[in-house]
């Protein structure tokens, strides 16, 4: 196979740009796959613009004149007749053309128009006018000057020689499903020949692509149920003393979690479960039985939230449940102050403490455990992967337990979760009503704010929701400034109104919310700072202004902060947009659900957030479209692995085992 430095106009510069676009040999540039494709249609000359693609059918009407530029470079030009207008073509280098170009004869042109000299710049001349299908253009990303075309004619010199290319499909499986070989699909992915074709050279690579991810998600969760743990001697009757001792029992769906986990935690086999449940489905508590069944064989626990405030409240909770039984608790967050951090330190590592909460402070690089034992990451989309790994690593095998309320699409639990064990809780405790969820026009605020006062006139209170933070954004938004005022003056007078923004201090947030979590404030106007975990059980209604910039999951996770007791509770969106997509949240409460549509309206993108950036990236399978190539891929990889295939098969083996990246 050629190398870049042997390829036609690749110089020292375009390789310098190449290596910073992760190109690094004639391989990784066939791995280049184009983002996109344009499709020429035959064009109409009199709806052309300047520059605009063409690909057209038309008469010589002149015998073409080919003029010598220099040694390398001829240039031919000649008259052409199209629906009855005359225009000139000019192209470079197919001098040999010229002797075929008989006036009179019809021919289609492929190239670029010039409307301000009349006249078509050609990339290509087919003699005979080419049958009436489109052409198909593979467009690339180009970075650091290097264009498309460019890209498009290295590939074409590689390819016009014999390629190296290893096809990690399975033969069995590639000719179950007739693909052709990895070498053609390359081929047709860069110069597709018909939509069929492409078609087919598509679906071969984003199979192999999603066949590899699945069969090492598959390879490491059975290599994962072979690594051996902590194996921990706790009897159960323990946890159902500390169960029943709770203020309240649990629901089935959290007994049953509780039960996996004790099944991990007593085998020797190293936990890696997640719990999956909406807002307000009890998982916390779940968690916390998860560290006294720890804490009782002799162990540290970590629990690590995404947010200052979201740890300083399970710090509170924390102390509640675990100080009566003289078990010590602390709270490890960036604000923690110097003194208190070293003291924290020092119990960590000599084992006075049993159980930390904290922020990825908890994962710097001055923390050491006597004994860690558990830990539980919380809302645990909003860690990098990197992160996880770091604390993962830090303390002997310490078991894992992820927390998420963010019910995720099946195609992504499978390609996300695949490594894991999965526990979910479906119902809401005893008693929980659904939120009534409403949308109301802007011009309709008057209404709102009637609902609003019925709901503090009972006593309840009220969070309301600005998007944005000050000064982020000039637009008609309503900031928190503005949401404000207005509240001050409808309800100054007679309720106090608090603010939570993004500037504020860890402190000042943490007084605010403390201020509301007493009832000493009854309406908390927030940007999403409160989005995950806070709990205010005597907060009723929660208002979102602005609610069509919001996905679909980051609203009901909103919502979710309310319809926290057996009070009824409300939601009301205020939009003047997106009335459809909104309603799908007055139309049900199931997470799971929600986020599938969100998943289908918008993509994965805003689902995640950091999660995307990393291990998440596919080089041509789309998971919102390849959805069942994906579940092909998991199946077959699945007996692939559970029929020992995979142990004969050295070259995959060693693939698998090279690229294991993978938390
Ligand atoms: P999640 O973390 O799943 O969003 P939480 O664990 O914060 O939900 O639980 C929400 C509220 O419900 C908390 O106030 C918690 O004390 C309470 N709760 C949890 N389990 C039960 C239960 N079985 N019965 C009654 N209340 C419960
Ligand atoms: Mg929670």
Redesign the pocket.
């Given at each position: 196979m050629k190398q870049l430095d042997e390829l036609k106009g690749l110089g020292p510069k375009t390789k310098n740009s190449l290596l910073k676009m992760g190109i690094e040999s004639s391989c990784d540039l066939l791995f280049y796959y184009p983002f996109r494709y344009d499709v020429l249609k035959r064009s109409n000359i009199r709806e052309l613009k300047q520059d605009d693609k063409i690909i057209i059918d038309g008469v010589v009407e002149t015998i073409p004149s080919v003029f010598h530029i220099n040694r390398k470079l001829e240039k031919m030009n000649f008259r052409f007749q199209v629906d009855g207008r005359v225009v000139q073509v000019i192209i470079f280098n197919r001098g040999f053309l010229k002797n075929k170009l008989r006036i009179g004869s019809t021919i289609t042109v492929i190239g670029k128009y010039d409307l301000k000299h009349n006249m078509i710049v050609a990339s290509d001349i087919r003699l005979s006018a080419l049958p009436d299908t489109p052409k198909i253009d593979p467009i690339y990303h180009s970075y650091y000057g290097v264009s498309s075309k460019q890209i498009r004619s290295y590939l074409f010199e590689i390819l016009s020689e014999p390629i190296e290319v290893t096809d990690y499909i399975p033969s069995a499986l590639s000719e179950k499903y007739q693909f052709m070989s990895k070498k053609r699909s390359l081929e047709l992915i860069h110069f597709p020949k018909s939509f069929g074709l492409l078609k087919s050279a598509l679906s071969r690579a984003k199979y192999e692509e999603l066949f590899l991810f699945m069969l090492k998600m598959n390879y490491l969760k059975q290599k994962k149920q072979h690594s051996i743990g902590l194996k921990r001697e706790v009897s159960f009757s323990q946890v159902e003393a500390f169960i029943s001792d709770l203020p309240?029992?649990?629901?089935d769906d959290?007994l049953s979690c509780v039960h996996e986990i004790y099944e991990d935690l007593t085998d020797s086999k190293r936990m890696n479960r997640l719990v999956q449940?909406d807002?307000?489905?009890?998982?916390?508590?779940v968690s916390f039985i998860a560290m006294y069944m720890n804490y009782l064989s002799g162990y540290q626990s970590a629990l690590m939230a995404p947010t200052e405030i979201l740890a300083r409240q399970h710090y509170k909770n924390l102390v509640d449940i675990f100080e009566p039984y003289g078990i010590s608790v602390a709270v490890l967050t960036g604000k923690t102050r110097a003194k208190e951090k070293r003291e924290i330190y020092s119990g960590l590592k000599n084992g006075s403490i049993s159980i930390v909460v904290g922020t990825h402070a908890l994962i710097s690089e001055a923390v050491e455990y006597q004994n860690l034992g558990l830990v539980i990451t919380d809302e645990q989309h909003r860690f990098g992967v990197n992160q996880r790994n770091y604390l993962n690593n830090k303390g002997m095998t310490p078991d894992i337990l992820y927390m998420s309320?963010t019910p995720i699409p099946r195609t992504y639990a499978l390609t996300i979760y695949g490594d894991m064990d999965v526990s979910n809780i479906h119902t809401m405790?005893?008693g929980r009503l659904p939120v009534i969820t409403t949308i109301k026009k802007n011009r309709e605020i008057r209404d709102v704010l009637e609902s609003m006062y019925q709901e503090l006139k009972a006593g309840r209170q009220v969070y309301v929701i600005a998007p944005l933070i000050e000064e982020s954004d000039k637009v008609d938004l309503e900031n928190v400034t503005i949401l404000e005022s207005k509240m001050q003056r409808a309800f100054g007078k007679l309720y106090q109104i608090g603010v939570l923004h993004g500037k504020m201090l860890a402190r000042e947030k943490e007084e605010v919310m403390r201020s509301f979590e007493k009832n000493e404030i009854q309406i908390l106007i927030s940007t999403t700072v409160v989005e995950v975990?806070v709990?205010v059980?005597n907060a009723t209604m929660i208002v979102i202004f602005d609610s069509e910039r919001f996905g679909l999951s980051a609203l009901h996770q909103l919502r979710?902060r309310v319809g926290?007791s057996s009070l009824q509770s409300y939601c009301i969106l205020i939009s003047d947009y997106e009335k459809e997509r909104l309603s799908i949240l007055t139309q049900t409460t199931d997470g799971f659900q929600i986020s599938e549509e969100d998943f289908k309206l918008r993509g994965s993108g805003d689902l995640f957030g950091v999660r995307q950036s990393g291990d998440m990236q596919f080089q041509i399978a789309d998971l919102k479209k390849d959805f069942s190539i994906l579940m092909r891929a998991k199946e077959d990889s699945e007996t692939y692995i559970t029929k020992g295939k995979l142990e004969e098969n050295p070259i995959l083996k060693e693939y698998i085992e090279k690229t294991q990246t993978l938390a």
């Open positions: 309240f029992s649990l629901t959290q449940g807002v307000g489905s009890g998982k916390t508590i309320a405790p005893n975990g709990d059980a979710g926290r």
